[in-house]
């Protein structure tokens, strides 16, 4: 069993994944355009067919999916935040700067009680993240 992280970005998936490929080096798996749906039954909306029906990209060891699903309203991320762990401090300086551009600090990266770097942030595309150092190993 496996529970993987699906986001919708209303519009800016194509943006989002070359956002994330130069900032902290995603990689882009697979990715299948509306126009290219195989299902005659599952048109896309007016002005999606060039739209992301359907992504999946890695980061690190982690498998994410997206979309650009229809609608008008923005994309909202309630409930839902993503952590990413790193392996020490200038790592997560370096991919926290990455991720705050064109977005916000939620909380700066700062020392805690668990961990040497701690951080929040909400991306350019309105996705909360967390950016964390892995406890040493024992």
């Given at each position: 069993?496996?529970?993987?992280?699906?986001?919708?970005?209303?519009?800016?998936?194509?943006?989002?994944?070359?956002?994330?490929?130069?900032?902290?080096?995603a990689d882009?798996?697979g990715l299948?355009?509306?126009?290219?749906?195989?299902?005659?039954?599952?048109?896309?909306?007016?002005?999606?067919?060039?739209?992301?029906?359907?992504?999946?990209?890695?980061?690190?060891?982690?498998?994410?999916?997206?979309?650009?699903?229809?609608?008008?309203?923005?994309?909202?991320?309630?409930?839902?935040?993503?952590?990413?762990?790193?392996?020490?401090?200038?790592?997560?300086?370096?991919?926290?700067?990455?991720?705050?551009?064109?977005?916000?600090?939620?909380?700066?990266?700062?020392?805690?009680?668990?961990?040497?770097?701690?951080?929040?942030?909400?991306?350019?595309f309105g996705?909360?993240?967390?950016?964390?150092?892995?406890?040493?190993?024992?």
């Amino acid at each position: 069993m496996k529970v993987q992280a699906y986001i919708s970005y209303r519009g800016h998936c194509e943006e989002a994944l070359e956002f994330y490929k130069k900032s902290i080096g995603a990689d882009v798996t697979g990715l299948m355009r509306w126009k290219e749906c195989p299902d005659a039954t599952m048109k896309a909306p007016p002005g999606f067919d060039e739209k992301v029906m359907n992504a999946s990209f890695r980061i690190g060891d982690t498998l994410l999916m997206a979309d650009d699903s229809p609608g008008n309203a923005p994309a909202e991320f309630k409930g839902v935040t993503l952590a990413i762990e790193v392996d020490d401090d200038a790592e997560a300086q370096r991919v926290f700067t990455a991720l705050v551009e064109g977005g916000k600090v939620t909380m700066a990266l700062t020392k805690t009680f668990w961990t040497s770097s701690f951080g929040m942030l909400t991306d350019k595309f309105g996705v909360p993240w967390m950016v964390n150092v892995a406890a040493p190993k024992a």
